[in-house]
């Protein structure tokens, strides 16, 4: 084999090396991350359902860049199931990364205690992650009100 089928072999090699990096590279991952955080205190237990999505791809001019989606779905559940009229709910949640707030004049509770909310909060900003804790407040029944914490837990 001459000096010039081996320059051409290597050059045939290393085109596909190269074509599969940038083909490997372009894929990005859209996989749905959840992570349920929990918690409770005497009166009120709190699931927030905070689902997320991020990758990063090979944009214009091949710079890298991020994107990020999330979601946070929260459900409060009253402990004393029996008692269904809680009149006016405040409650809000924070975290290192936001917060919400609400308040419900006539808030709807089931036979079970549930009280679901119909919407949720959303963006692209920053991310939580299964390190952090949202902080929850809630206040019910003409000034009866518990702060507690809800961290990540397994579903």
């Known amino acids: 084999?001459?000096?010039?089928?081996?320059?051409?072999?290597?050059?045939?090699?290393?085109?596909?090396?190269?074509?599969?990096?940038?083909?490997l590279c372009h894929k990005t991952n859209n996989t749905e991350n959840v992570i349920y955080f929990t918690g409770q205190s005497d009166n009120w237990k709190a699931v927030i359902v905070y689902t997320y999505q991020e990758s990063w791809?090979?944009?214009?001019?091949?710079?890298?860049?991020?994107?990020?989606?999330?979601?946070?779905?929260?459900?409060?559940?009253?402990?004393?199931?029996?008692?269904?009229?809680?009149g006016q709910l405040e409650w809000e949640y924070s975290s290192q990364v936001e917060s919400e707030s609400a308040t419900d004049n006539d808030p709807?509770?089931?036979?079970?205690?549930?009280?679901?909310?119909?919407?949720?909060?959303?963006?692209?900003?920053?991310?939580?992650?299964?390190?952090?804790y949202y902080t929850m407040t809630v206040q019910w029944d003409g000034g009866k009100k518990e702060t507690f914490k809800l961290v990540a837990s397994e579903k």
């Not at 084999?1 to 990096?21: D, E, I, R």
């Not at 409060?76 to 029996?82: F, Q, S, V």
Request: glycine share 12%.
């Open 1 to 23: 084999m001459g000096k010039t089928m081996g320059k051409y072999l290597f050059m045939m090699l290393l085109t596909a090396l190269l074509t599969l990096f940038v083909v």
């Open 108 to 132: 709807k509770v089931d036979r079970f205690g549930h009280i679901f909310f119909p919407g949720y909060s959303g963006g692209n900003g920053a991310l939580m992650r299964a390190d952090g």
């Open 57 to 86: 791809s090979i944009g214009k001019n091949n710079t890298w860049q991020y994107h990020s989606v999330d979601q946070e779905r929260p459900l409060l559940k009253y402990k004393n199931a029996g008692n269904r009229e809680i």
